[in-house]
């Protein structure tokens, strides 16, 4: 059996040993404020430790071992940090776009929701668990930063990782703000989608992370190029193939509702690519579906079909091929050690087939 990429070094172990600890120090300082704290160390801590392919971390990792860097679990727990970051973006997304279920179990807003009800508690139950879900993913992401720059790794590594690790985080933020709009305002375009992916996910998911690592191994402005020709690309086939999951997934897969993207109105990639060919009979079809209250199973497969049916599904898979093929050039070319090489080629081709 191929050992994932993933595995490689312990990493994913290493991984969540450094998460583990980071969050059991954090628990104890919040029941040191108050004991009604536990039931927040231990939601974040369930969100951070219950599920997550270690993806970014892994980007990060291997980044900084192919700009040069020796291997320490002090960068194993500054790569940590990113699990954070991707923490608080999922808890705010699924508030956002009211999800019920992530990774199979109740998403955080609707957890506190029903803990109000079932205490009886005064107020408003949805309003309760919106303003906790706002406030534990405010709180992941202010531990992005403390686990960070607590790692142990020297001030100068971490001064050079300061930059890229501020502009990922901003990127991520306004990508979203750019997904909720393109949402609002029904932008069918893929010039729209296509930005909409790179700066919500395809820059955060690889290519920042590959920079972060080679800012703390201290690699040169070749490393860099090559790490965004390769990262960039990759980023985004993999979005595109997430996108994909959201439409076409399998539940038990994917942790969410099938044709979630749709209930929800998503204007990806996929989406825009069948809006840019279909009819207009079918055009105000999936434009009415999207994200309209009480879109049944039945109106799933229909939209399902629609964009089947114009070749959309097809175009994005081609995408992502030549996305994906585009990024592996590119590393082949990097000066980088030829281990990271190695496993960042099976990285790629993890993250574009979705083989875990």
Do not use: C, N
């Amino acid at each position: 059996m191929t050992t994932s990429p993933l595995e490689l070094a312990g990493l994913r172990q290493r991984v969540d040993k450094a998460l583990a600890g980071f969050l059991a120090t954090q628990r104890a300082r919040l029941l040191e404020i108050d004991p009604a704290l536990d039931e927040v160390a231990g939601t974040v801590s369930a969100f951070v430790l219950g599920g997550g392919k270690r993806l970014r971390p892994a980007f990060a990792y291997w980044g900084f071992r192919g700009a040069g860097g020796t291997d320490s679990d002090e960068v194993v727990a500054a790569v940590s940090a990113l699990e954070f970051v991707q923490a608080s973006a999922l808890i705010h997304d699924d508030l956002m776009d009211r999800s019920d279920t992530r990774r199979g179990e109740p998403s955080v807003h609707r957890r506190y929701e029903s803990r109000h009800i079932a205490a009886g508690w005064r107020g408003d139950a949805t309003g309760f668990g919106d303003s906790a879900a706002v406030l534990l993913g405010d709180l992941a992401l202010v531990w992005s930063d403390e686990m960070l720059h607590g790692s142990g790794l020297p001030l100068a590594d971490l001064a050079r990782a300061r930059q890229v690790f501020d502009q990922m985080r901003t990127e991520v933020t306004v990508g979203q703000y750019l997904d909720v709009l393109t949402q609002a305002t029904a932008d069918t375009s893929l010039e729209r989608a296509g930005k909409v992916a790179r700066f919500k996910a395809a820059k955060y998911t690889v290519e920042r992370p590959l920079l972060l690592g080679a800012a703390l191994a201290g690699g040169g402005p070749e490393v860099f190029a090559a790490y965004a020709a390769f990262g960039l690309p990759l980023g985004e086939a993999f979005q595109m193939r997430d996108d994909v999951l959201g439409v076409f997934g399998d539940p038990e897969r994917t942790g969410k509702p099938a044709g979630d993207d749709l209930r929800e109105g998503k204007r990806t990639y996929l989406v825009a690519s069948a809006f840019a060919v279909i009819d207009e009979p079918a055009r105000a079809e999936l434009d009415a579906g999207l994200g309209a209250p009480g879109l049944d199973d039945a109106g799933v497969e229909r939209l399902r079909a629609i964009i089947r049916d114009s070749g959309a599904l097809a175009a994005t898979e081609s995408r992502i091929d030549t996305l994906g093929a585009e990024a592996l050039d590119a590393l082949k070319q990097a000066p980088i050690e030829d281990e990271a090489r190695s496993v960042l080629f099976a990285l790629a081709e993890a993250a574009t087939r979705r083989l875990f």
